[in-house]
C-alpha cells in the first residue's frame, strides 16, 4: 500500500482539531465580551426608565367674541403664526361708536348738573351765614336791649304801686310808669318774636344748605354713572379689534368676513408652539424611583432628535381614572391590569429651540433616576 495516502482514521482528526481549537478560542475571546457587554448594558439601563407612550401637549388659547356684531375683516388665516398684540379679527364698530357718542353727551348734561348744583349751593351757604352773622345778631342784641328796658319798666312799675295807694305820687306820674311798663313790654315781645323769626329764617337757611349738598352729591353721582357708561362703552369699542392675546399659530379658524357673531362666539383658537411640554404615560411599576427634577431624554419620532429635559410632576391619578368613563372594579368582572400615570416632563429652554414641538407629536421619553 501507498504510506504516503492518509488512513481514514486520521482524516477527521487533521479536519476537526484546528476547527475546534478556533471555536474554543472564540468561545474563550466571545464569553467575556458578551459578558462585559451585557454587564455594561446593565449598569446602562437600571437607572432608567423608558416609555413610548408619549406626547407633547401644549396650551390651546381659545379665542372668542366679546361684543355682538358683524365682522368687517379678518386678519389671519389657518395655521399663521402671529405675536401677542396683533389683530385677528375687526367687527363694525358704529353701532357701539353711536353709543359712546350718547355716553359722551349724557356725560357733559351730567356736569353741567354739577355746576348747576354747585352754584345754588354755594348761594344757599352765603344766606344761611348772612342769616347766622349781622341779622340774627342784631336781633338777638336788640332783644336783650329791650328786655332791660321791659325789666326797669315793671321794676319802676312795682314801686310806684305802693305810692299811688298812699297818694304819695299823682295818678298821671303813676300812670306815666304803667304805660312805660306796657310800652316795654310790648318792645319785648316784637324783639322775641322778631329773633325767633330770624333763627327759623337761619334754620330754613341750613336745611337749604343740606339739601343743595344733597342734590350736589346725586349730581356727582350721576356724572360717575354716565362716567362709567361712557367706559363700559369704550371697552366695548375696544373690543371690536380681537387682539392675540399670546404669540402663537392660528387653527382651527371659524370665523368669515359678513359673518354675525354673538359674545362667546368662539372665533379660533391661538397655540403657543413656545410653551410646549411632553406628557409621558409610565407604568405604575415604573416609578417606583421617578421624583421631580430627575433629568429626561425625549426623543421626537418626526426627526429621531433627542431633548434634554427634567421631570416636573407626577399626576396625582391614573389615566384611566381620570376619563370619561372611568373604570368600574366592583362589578364582579374584574381584570388586574397595570395602570400608566402621566409625568408631566419640562423641556429645557435651549433643547426647545432645536426643533419644533407642536401637541399631540409622539415622543419617546427616558427618565434618569440615580
Do not use: C
Request: glycine content about 6%.
Amino acid at each position: 500500500m501507498n504510506q504516503d495516502a492518509a488512513s481514514p482514521q486520521d482524516a477527521p482528526a487533521s479536519e476537526t482539531g484546528p476547527g475546534g481549537t478556533r471555536a474554543m478560542r472564540a468561545l474563550m475571546i466571545g464569553t467575556p465580551i458578551a459578558l462585559l457587554l451585557g454587564l455594561g448594558l446593565w449598569f446602562y439601563s437600571r437607572n432608567r426608565v423608558s416609555t413610548d407612550d408619549a406626547q407633547v401637549d401644549g396650551h390651546l388659547v381659545p379665542v372668542s367674541a366679546r361684543v355682538y356684531g358683524s365682522v368687517e375683516r379678518v386678519a389671519v388665516e389657518d395655521n399663521q403664526a402671529v405675536k401677542a398684540g396683533d389683530l385677528l379679527v375687526a367687527i363694525d364698530p358704529r353701532d357701539i361708536q353711536a353709543k359712546v357718542d350718547q355716553a359722551k353727551a349724557a356725560l357733559l348734561q351730567a356736569e353741567a348738573q354739577v355746576e348747576g348744583a354747585k352754584a345754588d349751593l354755594e348761594r344757599a351757604r352765603v344766606a344761611y351765614q348772612q342769616a347766622r352773622s349781622s341779622d340774627l345778631e342784631g336781633a338777638k342784641a336788640n332783644a336783650e336791649a329791650k328786655k332791660a328796658g321791659f325789666d326797669k319798666a315793671q321794676s319802676d312799675f312795682q314801686r310806684m304801686k305802693p305810692l299811688a295807694a298812699r297818694e304819695e305820687i299823682s295818678a298821671l306820674q303813676f300812670d306815666s310808669f304803667r304805660t312805660q311798663a306796657e310800652v316795654a313790654d310790648s318792645d319785648y315781645k316784637a324783639a322775641r318774636e322778631r329773633l325767633a323769626s330770624l333763627q327759623h329764617e337761619a334754620e330754613s337757611r341750613k336745611v337749604a344748605v343740606v339739601a343743595g349738598e344733597a342734590r350736589l352729591a346725586s349730581a356727582q353721582a350721576q356724572v360717575a354713572q354716565a362716567q362709567a357708561a361712557l367706559e363700559a362703552f369704550r371697552l366695548q369699542l375696544g373690543y371690536t379689534q380681537v387682539i392675540a392675546p399670546v404669540e402663537g399659530v392660528v387653527t382651527r379658524k371659524y370665523v368669515e368676513t359678513g359673518q354675525t357673531i354673538q359674545p362667546g362666539q368662539g372665533l379660533l383658537t391661538l397655540i403657543p408652539l413656545h410653551q410646549t411640554w411632553v406628557t409621558a404615560n409610565f407604568k405604575e411599576t415604573q416609578l417606583a424611583n421617578v421624583r421631580p427634577g430627575q433629568e429626561a431624554e425625549i426623543k421626537v419620532d418626526m426627526n429621531d432628535v433627542v431633548l434634554k429635559g427634567r421631570v416636573d410632576s407626577i399626576a396625582g391619578s391614573t389615566g384611566s381614572r381620570m376619563s370619561l368613563l372611568p373604570p368600574e372594579n366592583a362589578v364582579g368582572n374584574f381584570v388586574k391590569v397595570v395602570q400608566r400615570i402621566p409625568v408631566k416632563i419640562r423641556i429645557d429652554d435651549a433643547e426647545a429651540a432645536k426643533v419644533t414641538l407642536r401637541p399631540g407629536m409622539n415622543v419617546d421619553v427616558t427618565v434618569i433616576t440615580k
